[in-house]
Each structure stands twice: as C-alpha cells, then as structure tokens.
C-alpha cells in the first residue's frame, strides 16, 4: 500500500485447499527484498522483490521458520553488512514431553553466498541458536541497533512459581553465528514499585543520541484494576549478566542466574488496559503515542526530565476494538500513525497544529510538535514554517509558568513580565513587544530596546496598577518577530 492506504501492489500467498498462517514478514532492505514464511507444506519461505512484491526470487517449502501454532514470534534482519542473517524468536512448537531445553532463538542465512545456503541454520558444524529450559515464553519485541551493532529480544516468561519479563542482548557486529549467539548477555526487568505488573505487552525504543532508552507496556493481568497497566521507561544501553535456563546452542549448565534486574527510569502513565507504544522525540522532547485496549490512541509528552505532561485523546473507535501491539509512523512526514484495530487499519494524524487558532492556544498546548509561524500567523509544525521564524514550547515548560508578572516592591510604575517561550528562525529576526488596553499603547516610550526573549515597559504616571481605570488584568500582551530583511 502507498502511505495514504491505497493499494499498489497484491499477492495471493494463501493455498485454497491448505490453510496457511503467514507468520514472518520482514523487509531486508540492504537486498531490496522482502522475506515471508508461513506453515504452507509443513512450511516454506519466499523472497520477494521489495519494490514489487508480485516478483519472486526464491522459494522454498518444508522448511519452518516461523511458529506452527498461533503464538507470538518475532523476526527482524541482524548481522554486519557482510553477514546478515534472520533473527527469529518463539516458542519451540515441536519439543517433546521429554526434552529438558528448547530452542527459542534462532539465526538463519538470508544468502544463498552463505555458508550452507540461503535459510540453513546450521554454522560451524554446531545450530546458530539459544536454547532455554523455560518451556512457556513468549516473545513480544526485538530490533537491532545499527551503531554499534547490538541486538535485543524481549519476552515474557512463565515458570511455576513466577513470571518475569526479560531482554535478551547480543553483539551483531561479530561475523559468525556462533560468535553473536556466544555474546548473550541477558536482565530481568521489573515493574513497578507500587505492584507488581509481570508480563510485558507492548514497548518501543525512543530515538536517542546517548545511550538506548526503552518504554515497555506492563501488565499486572487485572482486568478490574483502573491500573492494571503501567508505562515505563528504562535504559538497556548496558545489558549485562545472565539469567537462569538461557543460554547459547549446546552451553552446559544453561545459564547461570547472575540477579541482574533493570528498574524503570520513570514509571510515565499508568492506566486500565494498555495494549502498544510507539515513541518520536522533537529536541529534548519524547512524544508517545499509546493504543489502548477500548480503542484508544493516546497522545503524551514528556520533557528532558521524563516528566509527562496531560494526555490527549487522538481517536476512539466506534466498538471499542483493541489497538494492536505494533504501530508504524509515515515513513513520509512522521505526522501520521498507523494503527491495526481487529481487520481494519488506519491512518490517524498525530500533530493537530490547525486546531489551535491563537498564538495563546497554540503555546497553551504545549505540544513541542506545533508552534506559531510568524509569516502564516498561524500554528503549524516547524517544517510548514518556512523561510521564517517559529516560536514554539521551551524545554522546561512543564516545570515552568508560561506566562508570569511581579510589581515591584515599593513601587507603582516598575512591572517585570516574563514569558517563556523557544525560538527557531533562518534569518536574524527583530524583536519588539507592547502593552496595550484596548487601542492606546500603554508604555511611555522610555525604556531599552527589547532583547530576545525579554522586554520592559515603564506605565505612565497616571496608569496605576490598583485601582482607577486600569487593573493588570486587563492588560493584553503580544510579541512580534521579523525578519531584518532590506524589502521590510
């Protein structure tokens, strides 16, 4: 489909007489292809051509990469440049009543230039795999970093005395199977202090120059409880230890517990029924979007600080239908999300800029995607405010008042007026502010020029603030931004 949902291409990858659930669908971008499994004749995989998707390169039956049964599982493309292989997490369907460690995840060849040929598993003689002696798991999330090559893999456990939500890391930047499988290093992470909420539903890596900071959904399995989920965030830039039953292909004793636990940086929202995350981040600000179980898409911002400020509702459906796990931005202007409910999908908008008609309704959002466009006169987002000057939320402004004033003491005439706001311009804009009342100008013309972002006005002798004809509140202020341009 393009971006707008409208279809381009269709293939039919379902047999009429055999039921087939496709179950592996990744892009393998660096080949121009896409890979897709599914249990058709005991299993198979293809490789389509990623900018036609009619065009098959390769296939293959009997082979299963993906989960037999109707389990979660995920997959994603890992390696170095040179060797790229399928990441693939989930639940041993085919373990035996008998066998004492599983497999649960595995790297198979993307090439058929690889050693053993395009979807082989094995590498050096031995299985590129980890194996667990936890039989329940369930796989949620995974993707590789780029720089440096790590990957990260999180599931939810089950055992008969507790659940655990782990991350399983591994360095991807080693050439070999073995040597990434060997590079396992793996944490417990828990929410949160108020209860304990131990299976992890949706999460999400927010975009960050330092470090890897990660928001997870948590559940504590309560349908009734109007907390039953929490938002939190975490930083798994260095995970490191084991945890007890996972280890890599062949490794005697199976991971040796290590009591490494990761406790959330922030506990952000909390709310009934949580069911996806996704995250942008707009200079120091982090912005969530968050799907909910009745149906919701929830907006919330966070400051540098991770302190959240108040949630907006963006869309509600009609019935009520869950948000599924995973939502993707437009890969065209990020201002659009989409969002699975049951069989639809849709295309919801995320910056609501138009809304907002004043420039004090616009700064009174404090929404760090919109700000006020001072040629359009208007509240757009900063790429729709060209050639001009943008004046939108500073970073502190949810710990700050936007808008402030204070009479000094002993006096009549001296008002100190602050207002907080950030500016972006592509020029070297001249900044001047007056106070009026109704049409008069309210300064007496004796005060220093304005300098960005402060200003000062000295009222006239008869102006009082207490009493008469003139009370503060009736004051209205409004700033100005232009460029110093020859032709103004």
């Not at 949160?192 to 890897?212: E, M, Q």
């Not at 966070?302 to 509702?313: A, S």
Request: proline share 4%.
């Amino acid at each position: 489909m393009s971006h707008d949902l409208y279809e381009e291409k269709r293939k039919d990858i379902t047999n009429a007489t055999e039921h087939n659930r496709v179950n592996i669908l990744v892009p393998f971008d660096l080949n121009s292809t896409l890979i897709t499994c599914g249990t058709l004749n005991n299993g198979y995989c293809e490789v389509l051509d990623i900018n036609d998707i009619t065009n098959s390169i390769y296939y293959e039956s009997n082979i299963l990469i993906g989960p037999r049964q109707d389990e979660k599982s995920v997959a994603f493309i890992a390696g170095t440049s040179s060797s790229r292989y399928l990441l693939v997490g989930k639940k041993d369907d085919d373990a035996k009543y008998q066998d004492t460690s599983y497999s649960v995840v595995t790297l198979w060849n993307t090439l058929q230039s690889q050693a053993g040929g395009i979807f082989s598993i094995f590498s050096q003689g031995s299985i590129g795999s980890i194996q667990s002696t936890v039989r329940d798991v369930e796989f949620v999330d995974g993707f590789q970093r780029v720089s440096p090559s790590e990957s990260y893999l999180f599931l939810n456990t089950k055992t008969d005395s507790e659940r655990k939500v782990l991350v399983l890391w591994m360095n991807s930047s080693k050439e070999k199977k073995r040597e990434i499988i060997k590079s396992l290093q793996a944490a417990t992470i828990r929410c949160c202090s108020d209860k304990a909420r131990p299976v992890l539903v949706a999460c999400t890596v927010i975009p960050s120059v330092n470090g890897v900071i990660w928001a997870g959904v948590f559940s504590a399995q309560n349908q009734q409880d109007p907390e039953n989920s929490a938002l939190a965030l975490y930083d798994i830039s260095n995970v490191k230890g084991r945890v007890k039953g996972f280890c890599a292909f062949g490794e005697k004793p199976c991971g040796s517990e290590s009591d490494t636990e990761l406790q959330p940086l922030s506990v952000v929202f909390k709310y009934s029924s949580m069911s996806a995350v996704a995250a942008v981040r707009s200079g120091s600000w982090i912005v969530l979007f968050i799907g909910t179980s009745d149906g919701q898409l929830i907006k919330l911002v966070l400051d540098e600080k991770f302190t959240p400020g108040c949630p907006t509702v963006l869309f509600k459906s009609d019935d009520e239908r869950a948000v599924f796990p995973r939502m993707h931005f437009d890969p065209v202007d990020f201002k659009h999300i989409y969002i699975a409910l049951r069989k639809q999908l849709r295309r919801v908008s995320v910056v609501l800029c138009a809304k907002y008609i004043t420039l004090k309704d616009c700064r009174a959002a404090l929404d760090p995607l919109c700000g006020w466009c001072v040629n359009t006169q208007r509240c757009s987002t900063q790429d729709e405010c060209s050639d001009t000057s943008w004046v939108s939320i500073p970073k502190n402004s949810l710990q700050t008042q936007l808008f402030s004033f204070q009479m000094a003491e002993n006096s009549s005439r001296k008002i100190s007026l602050h207002l907080s706001l950030s500016l972006e311009s592509t020029g070297n804009p001249a900044f001047s502010c007056t106070f009026t009342k109704e049409s008069d100008i309210l300064c007496d013309g004796s005060d220093p020029p304005a300098v960005f972002p402060n200003c000062s006005c000295s009222l006239p002798d008869q102006l009082q603030y207490t009493g008469g004809w003139f009370s503060f509140s009736e004051v209205f202020m409004c700033y100005m931004i232009v460029y110093d341009h020859k032709h103004f």
